[in-house]
């Protein structure tokens, strides 16, 4: 099998100083894998430089779907069905749900295709549909969360990359999105999660990666990494 994303060598730098250092992983068709790694590691800089929001890489190549996309403008990107969540949510505050859901459709042509989107993304998030006239801005985080990943979903992505989508948010909350990103890859698409909830992240990882100051340093399953003690008590938290 073919991976659906490769990178290969990867450098990317801000000015002078290099984020990222021959950075070299693969997702598979229908994985979930996760990247784990500490604050500053360079996991969100790797995950903007695939889908295009940083510009020119410093070096290596990003391949999706056998076609490289290193040198693609983000809308072509977005094009192929590469999806990207972005970290803080980022949903626009003034627009109602069904706005901010419906600015994800931008490439979407047929409207009874949105309109079949659309449905996808409230029977996975009921709230959404109960809030749809409501201005995003006033929602609660767990809901922006939600917005984010459906909006993300209205363009029916094949690669949904996920960054830190449990960030600041409440235990119960946390657990309702770990649960639905299972059920969005079990609707077949595959999944890239940089998560700092290592212990959750794992949980529903098929693969697991580890980020140290913009070089990845392990890989494995996420069952190895679970009962890896350095793993453990680095990044779970388990002495």
């Known amino acids: 099998m073919e991976p659906i994303l490769k990178i ?3 450098d990317f730098y801000y000015d002078k100083i290099q984020a990222l250092e021959k950075v ?3 997702v598979y068709p229908g994985e979930i894998v996760t990247m784990i790694g500490s604050n500053g590691a360079g996991k969100t800089t790797l995950l903007r430089s695939i889908s295009g929001l940083l510009g020119k890489i410093g070096g290596g190549s990003i391949t999706f779907e056998g076609q490289r ?3 693609l403008p983000p809308h072509h990107i977005a094009a192929l069905r590469l999806g990207q969540v972005l970290e803080g949510r980022l949903v626009f505050p003034q627009l109602t749900v069904k706005e901010n859901l419906m600015m994800g459709a931008f490439l979407q042509k047929d409207n009874n295709f949105i309109k079949g989107r659309l449905e996808y993304c409230y029977n996975l998030f009921p709230r959404l549909k109960e809030r749809e006239s409501q201005n995003a801005g006033t929602l609660s985080g767990g809901e ?3 917005v984010a990943v ?5 363009g029916t992505p ?4 996920l960054d ?6 409440a235990p119960l909350v946390i657990k309702d999105i770990f649960s639905t990103i299972e059920k969005i890859n079990k609707d077949g698409v595959t999944i890239l999660l940089v998560e700092q909830n290592a212990k959750s992240a794992l949980k529903i990882a098929n693969r697991a990666y580890v980020m140290e100051i913009g070089k990845l340093v ?3 399953s996420a069952e190895e990494f679970i009962h890896n003690d350095s793993i453990k008590k680095t990044y779970l938290g388990i002495s």
């Open 218 to 220: 392990m890989e494995g």
């Open 158 to 161: 094949k690669l949904l990359m």
């Open 164 to 169: 830190e989508p449990s960030m600041g948010l």
């Open 24 to 26: 070299f992983f693969e």
């Open 150 to 154: 459906a909006r993300a979903l209205m």
């Open 8 to 10: 290969e060598h990867l």
């Open 144 to 146: 922006q969360q939600m």
């Open 69 to 71: 996309i290193d040198k």
